[in-house]
């Protein structure tokens, strides 16, 4: 079946870029997303990129995505304290309005 | 405000007791779902609904059951709790694959089953 799957930990230093990425399998993706979910709460939307385009950004996120490898990637520039959080990527394919969501990668930004 | 709630939010139970998280949203959104999310698993859905009196089954489904009477509400049932449904649930609803892409998550509801 679909398979989305990312790295478990990122640790980065308050003020650098943070780079997450995410692969997955099905190549008749439509949507992929960039969910958040912070301590003992709820998962929140970030951003979306649909499968024909390349890149998207969204003030201090840029979302890359290579088709052909199937690997989307999450950038965060000046990356702050408050967004130490887990951070889940998700495909959205044609089968049906299913979302699958990879393992998620918890983000920590040191001081 | 436009809100995806759950109930209870914390549940401790015992194995085999029926139990019901209830899902509601406000938004009259047509597709709602249930997820649940275990460590390094990601969410996985469980449920998924299209409109009132449409569901079908996501990727893990065995031993929940939902039911869609009404366009707000999409109640988890578990008829028989097991340990391995210990668990963090997520309902989840959207407009729909026409409408819009985002879907809204409610808060979660921890279960604990003993």
């Known amino acids: 079946g679909e398979d989305v799957e990312q790295s478990l930990f990122l640790s980065v230093r308050e003020g650098d870029s943070s780079v997450i990425n995410c692969t997955y399998t099905?190549?008749?993706?439509?949507?992929l997303y960039w969910y958040k979910q912070e301590p003992g709460a709820g998962l929140q939307l970030l951003t979306y990129?649909?499968?024909?385009?390349d890149m998207k950004q969204d003030q201090r996120l840029t979302v890359l995505l290579n088709k052909k490898d199937k690997h989307l990637s999450l950038r965060i520039a000046d990356t702050q304290t408050g967004d130490s959080a887990i951070y889940f990527c998700?495909?959205?394919?044609?089968?049906?309005?299913?979302?699958?969501f990879g393992g998620g990668t918890r983000l920590m930004v040191k001081p | 405000e436009a809100q995806v709630t759950q109930n209870p939010r914390y549940l401790i139970t015992v194995t085999g007791k029926k139990l019901t998280v209830t899902c509601s949203q406000n938004?009259?959104?047509?597709?709602m779902s249930w997820y649940r999310q275990d460590p390094g698993l990601g969410l996985r859905q469980i449920y998924y609904?299209?409109?009132?009196?449409?569901?079908d089954k996501g990727d893990v489904p065995e031993g929940y059951k939902v039911s869609r009477k009404e366009k707000r509400n999409f109640p988890l049932i578990l008829e028989s709790p097991s340990p391995n449904q210990t668990s963090l649930y997520f309902c989840?609803?959207?407009?729909?694959?026409?409408?819009?892409?985002?879907?809204?998550f409610g808060p979660g509801t921890r279960l604990t089953v003993t």
């Open positions: 989840a609803s959207s407009a729909g694959l026409a409408d819009s892409y985002e879907q809204y």
């Open positions: 099905d190549s008749s993706s439509t949507y």
């Open positions: 990129i649909f499968s024909n385009m």
């Open positions: 998700a495909e959205m394919w044609d089968a049906g309005n299913m979302l699958t």
């Open positions: 938004m009259n959104h047509e597709y």
């Open positions: 609904s299209m409109n009132v009196e449409v569901t």
